[in-house]
């Protein structure tokens, strides 16, 4: 067998046998498929075979000319099935990692439609227009970041394009995660293959009815891939059984540190090529490519061409055009261009994150496989990259295509691509492509990094970012009394100033940590079952951005649950919202440009009567039209929810949350927000102040570890929980909202604002505020010990109600009070 077969698999066996053969898949469908595709096993836990395109260029070298053409061909159909007109305004979304060449060649053979590709790699700066989740990948959060948010805004045609389309999950994600975002009335689906089973496409049918939308199919070949039962365990026995016994390097020569055939110092054997790319020419997709972008590319591909032929070795026959994992279009073209002007035989592959079992078998897809460090400091951390069907190639000379993210020491370094590449082939060319940015200039200015413990709050660093300025040197506190009579006086914003911070006295504590110690295994009930709701029903990697700084506590609960639960490790963020003034729009500005929006959870403490709620949505609405950023779901994540305002819960019961009782002292000793204009301009957080003089008095850690050391004996009551709550009807039915407005108008106060309920607000209006009185339920139990302590201290009548909806209610009546402020934040008089 020679070099050229064992790469290619061109010795009269078909390179899908020998997984057929051992686990008994089969692949059927049209006749042309076992010229497309090979069988491999993957190294994942989600799915045990990997089809393997022949013309793709993604592991199996091949002539680019023949890569490109399938591309363009494809993209030719589909300007054949929309017209000439609807092909005008198309625009063509390519998937990464596979696709990212694949979906600019069909933009190619398209016309003249501009192409983005899903991305991997975070941009700071860049805003993010969507993401979805790939089911079956190792890898699976996608990005777009367009530099154009209007790319994606029109109403053309999207054409969506993969190297396969096996189940169609990928694509329902998109489109339903798009479609929210940006409706229109047609989608086309391209990819090399079609391999979905019927129900799978039964299921795409549907789900275009669903949406109003037509959903077309272009593909070069169908089929179905026929699974026996057990294949994903037998799949995953046989790699653990190879791997064990070494063949899962392929070989001794597929694994480049397994034999160094041309030992001499690696820094020799990476000759760099200067291609001169033209200066602000996109290396690919990630932020778009349009028509004028591809005009520039075509006239210096020649040129570019021509400066690697130089660079190459005399009397070279075969040559690879390597390129990196995403980065596949320009190595892809560079590769064409220069097949047409050199005599070698050129061919073309990529790199990839793709862990697959390499097995030295004619009837295997995957022959051998170089292994080194990712070298382009990638988003999810360091780990293994992979060249397949490179060693044993018999190539004379590898031309290394890789962008300027990635030309990074660890490429260059003993055991690095470049590395691993001369061990096997005697000569290694390097092209540098520059890494497109959007330019800065069309940017925001960009906001800071979130502020983390110890610096600022008493919380670990990895518990809880907060996205606010530091106001501790300001002076801003006030006795209760004369801040109210300030804002009554001044129409001054409840947020412009901070109440005195209230010292609980002995006996206050005691009850803190009587009442701690009673409901910790209550309170992890509902934080297991409202975190486990968020990843069935929200995303199944969120982002928390808890409300500062009630909901911060909870937010901090909910990330450690699903550590202790699911081994993840989600990002957290507390961010300020003002009532009358909505939430901080900067800090929504760098979650979009960090996370993808629809990932986003609020998070908070508990419901009373709703407000918050209203008040987030009016802003996320308000945010939409200023900014032009959609995804944001104002549904907020609480523990309780006795109001009956939301759907995210872990309870309806008004309890006792013993971080109610306190302030800064259960809150990462840092203060309620503040929103003022000398403060804070217009391209600043809202800010917060750290009260480091009260650590001594500080419980925040101890009310978080009092509650996540009763996670392990709750675990099983919280599964039986969260099935209650996701087969009950959980629409919001508003009660607590009519309660309050019953109990304003019984009491004579007519204005809900000026009614606190539950045992929440209840002890915020007794630390906070210049109470009235306080409506208790008759037969209340210990849940209310410590608002009658407050009650008694304040000198504040405590009145027994039958049937109240709340556990209790906390009154403010403008006749017993200096100032209290309504719905916009300012005083409300008579």
Request: aromatic share 6%; hydrophobic share 40%.
């Given at each position: 067998?020679?070099?050229?077969?064992?790469?290619?698999?061109?010795?009269?066996?078909?390179?899908?046998?020998?997984?057929?053969?051992?686990?008994?898949?089969?692949?059927?469908?049209?006749?042309?498929l076992?010229?497309?595709?090979?069988?491999?096993?993957?190294?994942?836990?989600?799915?045990?075979?990997?089809l393997?395109?022949?013309?793709?260029?993604?592991?199996?070298?091949?002539?680019?000319s023949?890569?490109?053409?399938?591309?363009?061909a494809?993209?030719?159909?589909?300007?054949?099935?929309?017209?000439?007109?609807?092909?005008?305004?198309?625009?063509?979304?390519?998937?990464?990692?596979?696709a990212?060449?694949?979906?600019?060649?069909?933009?190619?053979?398209?016309?003249?439609?501009p192409c983005?590709?899903?991305?991997?790699r975070?941009?700071?700066?860049?805003?993010?227009?969507?993401?979805?989740?790939?089911?079956?990948?190792?890898?699976?959060?996608?990005?777009?970041?367009?530099?154009?948010?209007?790319?994606?805004?029109?109403?053309?045609?999207?054409?969506?394009v993969?190297?396969?389309?096996?189940?169609?999950?990928?694509?329902?994600?998109?489109?339903?995660?798009?479609?929210?975002?940006?409706?229109?009335?047609?989608?086309?689906?391209?990819?090399?293959v079609?391999?979905?089973?019927?129900?799978?496409?039964?299921?795409?049918e549907?789900?275009?009815?669903?949406?109003?939308?037509?959903?077309?199919?272009?593909?070069?070949?169908?089929?179905?891939?026929?699974?026996p039962?057990g294949?994903?365990?037998?799949g995953?026995?046989?790699?653990?059984?190879?791997?064990?016994?070494?063949?899962?390097?392929?070989?001794?020569?597929?694994?480049?540190?397994?034999?160094?055939?041309?030992?001499?110092?690696?820094?020799?054997?990476a000759?760099?090529?200067?291609?001169?790319?033209?200066?602000?020419l996109?290396?690919?997709?990630?932020?778009g490519?349009?028509?004028?972008?591809?005009?520039?590319?075509?006239?210096?591909?020649?040129?570019?061409?021509a400066?690697?032929?130089?660079?190459?070795?005399?009397?070279?026959?075969r040559?690879?055009?390597?390129?990196?994992?995403?980065?596949?279009?320009?190595?892809?073209?560079?590769?064409?261009?220069?097949?047409?002007?050199?005599?070698?035989?050129?061919?073309y592959?990529?790199?990839?994150?793709?862990?697959?079992?390499?097995?030295?078998?004619?009837?295997?897809?995957?022959?051998?496989?170089?292994?080194?460090?990712?070298?382009?400091?990638?988003?999810?951390?360091?780990?293994?990259?992979?060249?397949?069907?490179?060693?044993?190639?018999?190539?004379?000379?590898?031309?290394?295509?890789?962008d300027?993210?990635?030309?990074?020491?660890?490429?260059?370094?003993?055991?690095?691509?470049t590395?691993?590449?001369?061990?096997?082939?005697?000569?290694?060319?390097?092209?540098?492509?520059?890494?497109y940015?959007?330019?800065?200039?069309?940017?925001?200015?960009?906001?800071?990094?979130?502020?983390?413990g110890?610096?600022?709050?008493?919380?670990?660093?990895?518990?809880?970012?907060?996205?606010?300025?530091?106001?501790?040197?300001?002076?801003?506190?006030?006795?209760?009394?004369?801040?109210?009579?300030?804002?009554?006086?001044?129409?001054?914003?409840?947020?412009?100033?901070?109440?005195?911070?209230?010292?609980p006295?002995?006996?206050?504590?005691?009850?803190?940590?009587?009442?701690?110690?009673?409901?910790?295994?209550?309170?992890?009930?509902?934080?297991?079952?409202v975190?486990?709701?968020?990843?069935?029903e929200?995303?199944?990697?969120?982002?928390?951005?808890?409300?500062?700084?009630?909901?911060?506590?909870?937010?901090?609960?909910?990330?450690?649950?699903?550590?202790?639960?699911?081994?993840?490790?989600?990002?957290?963020?507390?961010?300020?919202?003002?009532?009358?003034?909505?939430?901080?729009?900067?800090?929504?500005?760098?979650?979009?440009?960090?996370?993808?929006?629809?990932?986003?959870?609020?998070?908070?403490?508990?419901?009373?009567?709703g407000?918050?709620?209203?008040e987030?949505?009016?802003?996320?609405?308000d945010?939409?039209?200023?900014?032009?950023?959609?995804?944001?779901?104002?549904?907020?994540?609480?523990?309780?929810d006795?109001?009956?305002?939301?759907?995210?819960?872990?309870?309806?019961?008004?309890?006792?949350?013993?971080?109610?009782?306190?302030?800064s002292?259960?809150?990462?000793?840092?203060?309620?927000?503040?929103?003022?204009?000398?403060?804070?301009?217009?391209?600043?957080y809202?800010?917060?102040?750290?009260?480091?003089?009260?650590?001594?008095?500080?419980?925040?850690?101890?009310?978080?570890?009092?509650?996540?050391?009763?996670?392990?004996e709750?675990?099983d009551?919280?599964?039986?929980q969260?099935?209650e709550?996701?087969?009950?009807?959980?629409?919001?039915?508003?009660?607590?909202?009519?309660a309050?407005?019953?109990?304003?108008?019984?009491?004579?106060?007519?204005?809900?604002?000026?009614?606190?309920?539950?045992?929440?607000?209840?002890?915020?209006?007794?630390?906070?505020?210049?109470?009235?009185?306080?409506?208790?339920?008759?037969g209340?139990?210990?849940?209310?010990?410590?608002?009658?302590?407050?009650?008694?201290?304040?000198?504040?009548?405590?009145?027994?109600?039958?049937?109240?909806?709340?556990?209790?209610?906390?009154?403010?009546?403008?006749?017993?009070?200096?100032?209290?402020?309504?719905?916009d934040?300012?005083?409300?008089?008579?």
């Open positions: 067998m020679t070099d050229r077969a064992r790469a290619e698999g061109h010795d009269g066996v078909w390179s899908g046998s020998w997984v057929a053969e051992r686990l008994g898949v089969e692949l059927a469908g049209d006749d042309t076992p010229g497309l595709l090979g069988l491999a096993l993957r190294r994942n836990p989600k799915r045990a075979h990997l393997v395109s022949h013309v793709l260029g993604k592991h199996v070298p091949q002539s680019p023949v890569v490109y053409g399938h591309g363009v494809l993209g030719r159909r589909v300007r054949g099935l929309l017209g000439a007109e609807e092909a005008g305004r198309a625009v063509v979304l390519g998937y990464a990692e596979t990212t060449g694949l979906g600019h060649s069909v933009a190619d053979g398209l016309g003249d439609a983005l590709h899903s991305t991997r975070p941009v700071a700066g860049v805003a993010r227009a969507g993401g979805f989740e790939e089911s079956h990948s190792h890898a699976t959060s996608h990005l777009l970041l367009p530099e154009d948010p209007a790319l994606l805004a029109g109403d053309g045609p999207l054409v969506l993969d190297d396969e389309f096996s189940t169609g999950n990928t694509v329902l994600n998109t489109v339903r995660d798009l479609h929210e975002r940006y409706p229109r009335q047609r989608y086309v689906v391209v990819a090399l079609d391999m979905r089973s019927p129900a799978d496409v039964r299921r795409l549907e789900f275009a009815r669903e949406i109003g939308a037509r959903v077309d199919l272009v593909a070069a070949a169908s089929g179905t891939v026929r699974l039962d294949v994903l365990e037998k995953q026995a046989l790699v653990a059984r190879y791997e064990a016994e070494g063949a899962g390097d392929g070989g001794p020569v597929s694994r480049a540190d397994a034999r160094i055939t041309h030992p001499h110092d690696h820094r020799t054997h000759t760099l090529v200067d291609l001169r790319w033209p200066a602000g996109p290396d690919g997709g990630r932020h490519f349009t028509p004028a972008h591809r005009a520039r590319l075509e006239s210096a591909l020649p040129g570019m061409a400066r690697i032929a130089e660079a190459l070795p005399a009397g070279a026959r040559v690879l055009v390597l390129g990196f994992e995403e980065l596949m279009y320009a190595p892809l073209r560079l590769a064409c261009e220069l097949e047409r002007t050199v005599g070698a035989e050129v061919r592959s990529t790199t990839t994150r793709s862990p697959v079992l390499a097995v030295d078998d004619p009837g295997y897809a995957i022959r051998t496989r170089l292994v080194f460090p990712a070298h382009d400091d990638p988003a999810d951390g360091p780990g293994e990259r992979y060249a397949y069907n490179v060693a044993g190639g018999g190539f004379d000379a590898v031309v290394a295509v890789v300027s993210a990635a030309d990074t020491p660890a490429l260059h370094a003993p055991g690095g691509l590395a691993r590449l001369a061990a096997h082939v005697p000569h290694v060319l390097l092209a540098v492509v520059p890494s940015a959007p330019s800065a200039s069309e940017r925001p200015p960009m906001l800071p990094e979130p502020l983390r110890p610096a600022f709050s008493s919380y670990a660093p990895d518990e809880v970012g907060w996205l606010l300025q530091d106001l501790s040197d300001v002076t801003l506190e006030a006795p209760t009394e004369e801040r109210e009579e300030a804002i009554q006086r001044g129409g001054a914003h409840y947020a412009e100033s901070l109440p005195v911070e209230y010292q006295s002995e006996q206050y504590q005691e009850l803190f940590h009587a009442a701690l110690d009673a409901s910790a295994a209550r309170l992890a009930r509902a934080v297991g079952a975190t486990e709701i968020v990843l069935t929200r995303s199944p990697r969120p982002v928390l951005v808890s409300l500062a700084r009630a909901g911060t506590p909870v937010g901090i609960l909910m990330r450690r649950w699903a550590r202790f639960r699911h081994g993840l490790d989600l990002p957290h963020y507390a961010v300020s919202i003002v009532r009358g003034r909505g939430i901080d729009a900067n800090a929504l500005r760098r979650l979009a440009a960090d996370h993808d929006p629809a990932d986003v959870v609020f998070v908070d403490g508990w419901t009373g009567k407000a918050i709620t209203r987030l949505a009016a802003a996320l609405r945010f939409e039209v200023s900014d032009g950023v959609t995804g944001f779901d104002p549904e907020i994540a609480v523990l309780a006795p109001g009956s305002c939301v759907r995210t819960y872990g309870t309806r019961d008004d309890f006792l949350i013993p971080s109610a009782c306190l302030n002292t259960v809150s990462g000793l840092i203060s309620r927000t503040v929103l003022r204009g000398d403060l804070v301009g217009p391209h600043d809202h800010g917060a102040k750290f009260y480091r003089e009260l650590a001594g008095a500080d419980l925040s850690t101890a009310f978080l570890d009092a509650v996540s050391a009763r996670f392990t709750v675990a009551t919280v599964d039986d969260v099935k709550l996701l087969a009950a009807d959980r629409t919001p039915s508003w009660e607590g909202w009519a309050v407005e019953r109990i304003s108008e019984e009491y004579g106060i007519h204005d809900v604002n000026l009614v606190k309920p539950g045992v929440g607000e209840t002890t915020r209006v007794m630390l906070r505020r210049v109470p009235w009185k306080v409506l208790a339920r008759t209340a139990g210990a849940d209310l010990d410590h608002v009658r302590l407050l009650a008694e201290q304040r000198g504040v009548p405590v009145e027994e109600v039958d049937g109240l909806p709340y556990t209790c209610v906390g009154l403010i009546h403008p006749q017993y009070t200096r100032g209290a402020t309504g719905a934040g300012k005083a409300v008089t008579r």
